[in-house]
């Protein structure tokens, strides 16, 4: 099943803050991050593996919360380069056949 | 140098026709995929091929036919196209199966419209 984010479409000023959160409805057991500009193809943000885990990477990081089986991104001071879609993906095991599910996908338009 | 390459980029048709969409990839990876993004840029994975052998296919219709020549290469021929295949269709590749702490790498999509 496809892990939920919210919110679905977040519109900023430069320099505010974001959270996107993305849930899923079965165990996760890593959660990836991509941002996806508009006409382009996703590009990897960071992949956290264990539960209570943290990472940054400039002025975004994430959490990731295994027993609630959800990650949160953080966007801080954001910049109009921030701009885009981000998904969530978690994967999905089912013997040998391992697959990345993505998230529905939060569009997020930063303004000058 | 361009990791996933993939062409072409942009394709209009006509419905009932045939098409296909190359993929290579340079990064040396075993495993290759092709996603589905629809017009609610929900992405979707339509299959995967690990060391050339389908490993993953979602419940596609048959008129989509991947073919993995080698472990570098995932084509896909799509047959009697419908309006409903106008999409964005990326190509993408990973270490092994791309779950766990496995990037996953994309190519630029092509942007397909049937008419």
């Known amino acids: 099943q496809q892990p939920v984010q919210s919110p679905q479409a977040v519109i900023l000023r430069e320099g505010e803050d974001a959270v996107i959160n993305c849930s899923s409805s079965?165990?996760?057991?890593?959660v990836h991050w991509y941002r996806q500009k508009h006409g382009e193809a996703p590009v990897f943000l960071m992949i956290l593996l264990k539960g209570g885990e943290q990472k940054g990477h400039e002025k975004i990081s994430a959490s990731f919360n295994e027993k609630k089986q959800q990650s949160s991104l953080y966007l801080t001071a954001s910049q109009l380069s921030y701009s885009g879609t981000y998904f969530c993906?978690?994967?999905?095991?089912?013997?040998?056949?391992?697959?990345?599910?993505f998230g529905t996908g939060t569009l997020l338009a930063v303004q000058p | 140098d361009t990791a996933v390459s993939q062409t072409p980029k942009y394709l209009v048709t006509q419905m009932g026709n045939d098409k296909s969409i190359k993929c290579e990839q340079n990064l040396g990876h075993d495993t290759m995929y092709w996603y589905k993004q629809d017009s609610k840029k929900f992405l979707k994975i339509m299959f995967s091929y690990n060391n050339k052998e389908l490993i993953i296919n979602e419940t596609v219709p048959n008129r989509f036919s991947p073919k993995s020549p080698d472990k570098a290469h995932l084509n896909l021929h799509i047959n009697s196209l419908e309006l409903g295949d106008s999409a964005v269709y990326f190509c993408a590749s990973s270490f092994q199966t791309g779950s766990s702490g496995n990037t996953i790498y994309f190519g630029e999509g092509s942007w397909l419209t049937v008419v």
């Open positions: 993906g978690t994967p999905s095991y089912g013997g040998a056949t391992n697959k990345l599910i």
């Open positions: 079965k165990a996760l057991y890593s």
